[in-house]
């Protein structure tokens, strides 16, 4: 994966305090990751900073859309993103991101990279099922969705003239009782 310089936040240099960053990701941002599931991205990203003198707290907030491939029609459509990440930085004697929202860098270290944070939050913002709106609603007319509609169980309605005589006499022990 290469680097994204853009998404290391230097922090040595900044008064403690709140500070705020601001991102534009398209494909671009997603292709560093290698990732390929989505057709186009316009998301815009804010980022907090409030620095403090033993740590630094992020929070994250993700808004825009993700043109991506239904699952059921195939059809491409643009789904919405809005998603949002509290990271806190702490330092320590070796960088350590097991804990997910907390990240701890060296102590010399002047600068956090959050572009794996963003990526994260971003593919975890998508619905598990990618469905168009017009699948949803029943607007959407594709081959597929027609397709599926035909193949589709037919309900089959009670006619209750046809109920076996059989039936009958067994509702009488119930009530015979």
Not at 7 to 26: A, C, R, T
Not at 87 to 104: A, C, M, Q
Not at 135 to 153: F, N, W
């Amino acid at each position: 994966m290469m680097k994204l310089k853009e998404f290391s936040i230097p922090f040595s240099g900044l008064k403690q305090g709140k500070h705020s960053f601001e991102y534009n990701i398209d494909n671009k941002f997603f292709e560093a990751f290698e990732y390929d599931e989505f057709n186009s991205a316009t998301i815009h990203i804010e980022v907090l900073l409030n620095k403090t003198s033993t740590m630094l707290e992020l929070e994250m907030r993700a808004e825009g859309t993700v043109n991506v491939f239904c699952d059921i029609s195939n059809e491409a459509y643009d789904q919405a993103i809005d998603s949002e990440l509290e990271l806190v930085v702490k330092f320590g004697d070796e960088y350590n991101d097991e804990n997910e929202e907390i990240l701890i860098i060296p102590h010399g270290d002047y600068q956090v990279d959050i572009s794996q944070y963003l990526y994260e939050m971003l593919v975890l913002a998508m619905p598990s099922r990618r469905i168009h709106p017009g699948v949803m609603d029943g607007t959407l007319r594709s081959e597929a969705v027609d397709k599926l509609e035909e193949l589709q169980p037919k309900e089959e309605k009670e006619n209750k003239e046809d109920i076996d005589p059989r039936w009958d006499a067994l509702k009488k022990l119930i009530t015979d009782k």
